[in-house]
């Protein structure tokens, strides 16, 4: 069990560290359209999703390999980590900026920071008490619809209101990938 906590923080500290590298990465390198599909490409709530989605996706890849054996819940649980936290930062971003009527930065990096922690704060209990063991499928099959669903709609995305860019950036008219 000790290995295991050791292990989730350094899960956290390791995509909080490479989702902000990632939130660069589009631009560093010249909008690379292979980096687009893994990193964001605008300023919008889903394309930020990615910042927790990639890191966690392959830092528990290197979890379940390490521990299946060790923790036989260990894949249900992290397939449930990565989706609470994927969808933590919509609910966080959209109920602050819901009460304050805009966005504010630091809110917007905690909103990151506070759902890569829940994401494996609940992977880490869940893989203890094994209540979703009898759903590692669904689990995983929603990661994988997730994933292909990161992928389309990086370039073709639908016009619903979490692919629009930030109320900031719509005001300061930053250019989108999209228009």
């Not at 069990?1 to 956290?12: A, N, S």
């Not at 599909?37 to 709530?45: A, H, I």
């Not at 016009?159 to 250019?175: C, G, R, S």
């Amino acid at each position: 069990m000790k290995d295991l906590k050791r292990y989730t923080i350094i899960g956290i500290l390791s995509v909080l560290v490479t989702g902000t590298l990632a939130h660069f990465l589009y631009d560093w390198t010249d909008k690379n359209h292979i980096a687009g599909l893994f990193t964001p490409v605008n300023e919008s709530v889903w394309e930020h999703m990615k910042l927790l989605f990639f890191p966690m996706i392959m830092y528990s890849l290197i979890l379940i390999l390490k521990f299946r054996n060790k923790y036989s819940c260990i894949t249900s649980a992290l397939c449930f980590g990565i989706l609470a936290g994927v969808f933590l930062i919509p609910f966080f971003y959209y109920t602050y900026t819901s009460i304050l009527g805009k966005n504010v930065f630091v809110f917007d990096i905690s909103t990151f920071i506070l759902s890569t922690v829940l994401a494996f704060w609940l992977s880490y209990k869940l893989t203890l008490s094994c209540k979703l063991k009898s759903y590692t499928f669904l689990l995983c099959i929603l990661v994988c619809v997730l994933f292909i669903c990161f992928l389309i709609f990086t370039y073709y995305p639908p016009d619903t209101a979490i692919f629009q860019v930030h109320l900031y950036y719509i005001k300061t008219k930053a250019p989108t990938p999209y228009k």
